[in-house]
């Protein structure tokens, strides 16, 4: 079983640009979480999606947003770059159950850096 | 809320000596799952074990073991024989069920195998 792709693996905007990353589930899993990781922050939970709909969400300002598709294929989006969202994007997949389950599985992440 | 708490920044080992890591949470919610992770320099989470708040027994997965203390509120990762492709930063996580895909971070463990 393929595992959690994600693409870009590298990324370079400037300041202001908007980037989308894109993240493939393993097969039959309907729920993609996604998380930002940063030296000052550790790891945060930015949202989760479950059958296209964002079931959670972190503290993170509107500028960070995401869709899931119907396959489960999932994106995030952010708008108007600022120099702190320079970070590891790391998307977890997982079958979607509501119970607590040992199912979750990272991606490599995509690393973006803004100048 | 949920918290997980790693109070080693940085720890050493002897190559086939064993280790532990320490790792406490904090929680209401009755059931939860706690996790490890390891992440090599490449940025991957790697999955290393699970334990369910109500498994009676420890987990278990090949050279790693979690040993649960759920009174002291406690789930530290003993990682038997150590290899020198252990080093790497490790990650305790948690959730829980109201949110059980959302993952809670600690601020992680680097260790290091020593030659």
């Known amino acids: 079983k393929a595992g959690v792709t994600q693409t870009p693996r590298y990324l370079i905007k400037t300041r202001g640009q908007q980037v989308t990353l894109s993240c493939s589930p393993i097969?039959?899993?309907?729920?993609v979480s996604w998380y930002q990781q940063t030296p000052g922050q550790g790891l945060q939970f930015l949202f989760e999606y479950f059958s296209e709909t964002q079931r959670n969400k972190g503290n993170f300002p509107g500028r960070f947003s995401g869709r899931q598709f119907s396959n489960s294929r999932s994106e995030m989006n952010v708008s108007t770059l600022e120099l702190g969202d320079s970070a590891l994007y790391l998307c977890?997949?997982?079958?979607?159950?509501?119970?607590?389950?040992?199912?979750?599985?990272f991606g490599p992440g995509t690393r973006l850096t803004v100048t | 809320a949920q918290k997980i708490t790693q109070t080693q920044p940085g720890m050493f080992v002897q190559e086939k000596e064993a280790v532990t890591l320490d790792c406490t949470y904090d929680t209401s919610d009755p059931s939860y799952g706690l996790f490890w992770y390891k992440q090599p320099s490449s940025g991957e989470m790697i999955f290393l074990i699970y334990q369910g708040s109500y498994d009676q027994q420890n987990a278990t997965e090949g050279r790693y073991s979690l040993n649960f203390q759920k009174a002291r509120k406690s789930a530290n990762l003993v990682i038997s024989a150590s290899q020198l492709g252990d080093s790497a930063m490790y990650f305790c996580?948690?959730?829980?069920?109201?949110?059980?895909?959302?993952?809670?971070f600690g601020s992680g463990t680097q260790l290091t195998v020593l030659p």
């Open positions: 097969s039959g899993h309907r729920s």
């Open positions: 996580a948690m959730s829980a069920s109201g949110s059980a895909r959302q993952l809670t």
């Open positions: 977890a997949s997982s079958p979607g159950e509501r119970r607590p389950t040992r199912e979750q599985y």
